[in-house]
């Protein structure tokens, strides 16, 4: 959604109310195992870029099953260590997400994508800023005309409302001080909301059992609220 409000500021207009759960945009922070291990061969476009970029990310079955993942798509599998792969894999450590959920998540996670996607956070991780896909000094100068990828500019988003970003402390992926880095540069076009609470990580704002009482009503509410608004 920031890439898109900062790329095309007309959409702007077609939106009532933005929440960003866990935003990700600055990843300097990130405290992600899988990022951290990424960003070794990845951090820095090379030739290996290309090779693995354009490949589908975990399609191989065979290494899903060396991972685990295969396992974790049955419930009489190695549960011991779906939780695990969980925690290095998407955001951190919970202790919202039952592990009832697992095979129903892992059924259809880690979905299919484009390495490059990996990639990408990888090369936000490294560079520190919130920019467009590094393809190398040449690569960048045949598609943005100079050496380095642009950043994405926030000053383009001018949003009807405010935009409500929603974050916690132990989220590995979208780190605290990256969110409030972005709500700093933001400024008064969004609203911070600070989940106060130990071990709620990334995938808790959609799976963790208490996210009704802790994310969902503020959403609810300030939806309704701009609702009114518009009606008049």
């Given at each position: 959604m920031?890439?898109l ?8 207009e077609?939106?009532?109310?933005v929440h ?12 992600s ?13 090379s ?5 693995f970029?354009?490949t ?9 099953n ?5 396992s ?7 549960l ?9 894999g998407f955001?951190?450590?919970s202790d ?6 697992y095979?129903d998540?892992?059924?259809t996670?880690?979905?299919?994508c484009?390495?490059?996607?990996a990639?990408?956070?990888?090369q936000l991780?490294?560079?520190?800023h919130?920019?467009q896909?590094d393809?190398g000094t040449?690569g960048?100068?045949q598609r943005?005309?100079q050496?380095?990828?642009p950043?994405?500019?926030?000053v383009?988003?001018n949003?009807r409302?405010p935009?409500h ?5 132990d989220d590995?992926?979208?780190a605290?001080?990256?969110?409030e880095?972005?709500v700093t540069l ?7 909301h600070f ?5 709620f ?9 208490n ?7 503020d959403?609810l ?8 608004l518009l009606a008049?």
């Amino acid at each position: 959604m920031l890439v898109l409000l900062s790329t095309y500021p007309e959409y702007s207009e077609k939106l009532r109310s933005v929440h960003l759960l866990a935003p990700v945009s600055f990843m300097e922070n990130s405290r992600s195992t899988m990022i951290r291990a990424l960003s070794l061969p990845f951090g820095s476009y090379s030739f290996i870029t290309p090779l693995f970029g354009d490949t589908s990310l975990l399609e191989n079955v065979f290494i899903r099953n060396i991972l685990g993942f295969e396992s974790c798509r049955r419930t009489e599998g190695a549960l011991f260590i779906c939780p695990y792969l969980f925690f290095v894999g998407f955001g951190g450590r919970s202790d919202y997400t039952l592990e009832n959920v697992y095979p129903d998540f892992y059924s259809t996670h880690p979905a299919r994508c484009s390495m490059n996607q990996a990639i990408h956070f990888v090369q936000l991780y490294k560079s520190g800023h919130f920019r467009q896909f590094d393809f190398g000094t040449k690569g960048n100068e045949q598609r943005y005309n100079q050496t380095t990828p642009p950043d994405y500019q926030l000053v383009n988003i001018n949003p009807r409302f405010p935009l409500h970003l929603y974050h916690s402390k132990d989220d590995t992926f979208s780190a605290k001080e990256d969110v409030e880095h972005l709500v700093t540069l933001l400024g008064n076009k969004s609203v911070r909301h600070f989940i106060d609470l130990n071990n709620f990580a990334h995938m808790d704002f959609v799976l963790g059992y208490n996210v009704k009482d802790v994310v969902n009503g503020d959403v609810l509410s300030e939806m309704k609220r701009v609702d009114g608004l518009l009606a008049g």
